[in-house]
């Protein structure tokens, strides 16, 4: 991530710059390779830090469709010694799509910092690693641990979406590391009964087979994966139908608290260790 708003607030600087600068040529073509030079620069640090870091905070590559757009075309144009006024159109609405992003870069920070309490309680070790190469993978499974953990440290009435994010942070997790086609067309794969694509189980088997780990590091990780998906589903099931939420509010955390150990296990494995 970019350091504080440092570079975001460098690079949109260095725009203006850049605009100003072309907008004082007096020639008809953009001739000096100092300028050139500036605009190659500034699609470096677009492409190398500020498009990454976008990325990491809204997931999604159409949000960067349009910068990649204009980055592209500004390295064709500072290639050679082009016109004057295709700079400044492209510069135009490259400066205008910077600016509506911004907005979505402020509502993304304010978002993810509405899981961050300013006095929360410190994570473990093995929670923090997890947490950072999910950060880095998978933000979206990133907010979605930490609000797990967030909720484990309260009192709440129902602990059953804290089931649902956990299990839903391992299903992303298999799903990006084994998507299904991959795993379908590995030898000797068969579904299981009554399943039309492949188990959490099935698909961390894939995983770790990959990499040439023995048996003794595979089936532990392989049956953590079952654990998760099995239990998390009766423990939402059984919630729905107990008469009382405040009287099974104890034991439905510590039910999660248990079932997070076998999350923990499955992401170690598969994320930390891997």
């Not at 910092?113 to 070790?125: C, E, G, I």
């Amino acid at each position: 991530m970019l350091d504080a708003d440092a570079d975001w607030q460098q690079f949109g600087k260095d725009l203006e710059r850049l605009r100003a600068a072309i907008r004082k040529t007096q020639s008809v073509n953009v001739n000096k390779s100092e300028i050139r030079e500036d605009a190659i620069a500034l699609v470096q640090t677009y492409f190398r830090a500020v498009r990454p870091h976008i990325l990491n905070l809204l997931g999604s590559e159409q949000a960067t469709e349009p910068l990649d757009y204009y980055a592209q075309h500004l390295v064709q144009l500072a290639q050679g010694r082009n016109a004057r006024r295709s700079y400044m159109a492209l510069l135009r609405d490259f400066s205008q799509e910077w600016s509506n992003l911004a907005w979505l870069r402020e509502k993304a920070l304010g978002d993810f910092a509405l899981v961050q309490p300013a006095q929360a309680k410190a994570f473990s070790r093995t929670e923090q690693r997890i947490l950072d190469t999910l950060k880095a993978t998978l933000p979206n499974s990133a907010k979605s641990y930490e609000q797990a953990l967030r909720d484990l440290e309260d009192e709440k009435l129902s602990y059953r979406g804290t089931a649902v994010e956990l299990r839903e942070v391992v299903r992303e997790v298999l799903d990006h590391l084994a998507p299904d086609e991959p795993v379908m067309k590995s030898d000797g794969f068969k579904l299981e009964a009554e399943q039309k694509t492949p188990t959490m189980r099935q698909k961390a088997r894939f995983i770790l087979a990959s990499r040439d780990l023995p048996a003794s590091v595979q089936k532990p990780a392989e049956q953590a994966a079952d654990v998760v998906d099995e239990s998390i589903a009766r423990f939402v099931r059984s919630t729905y139908v107990r008469s009382s939420a405040s009287t099974h509010s104890a034991q439905s955390r510590l039910e999660v608290e248990k079932l997070k150990t076998y999350v923990d296990a499955v992401l170690t494995e598969l994320l930390v260790t891997g």
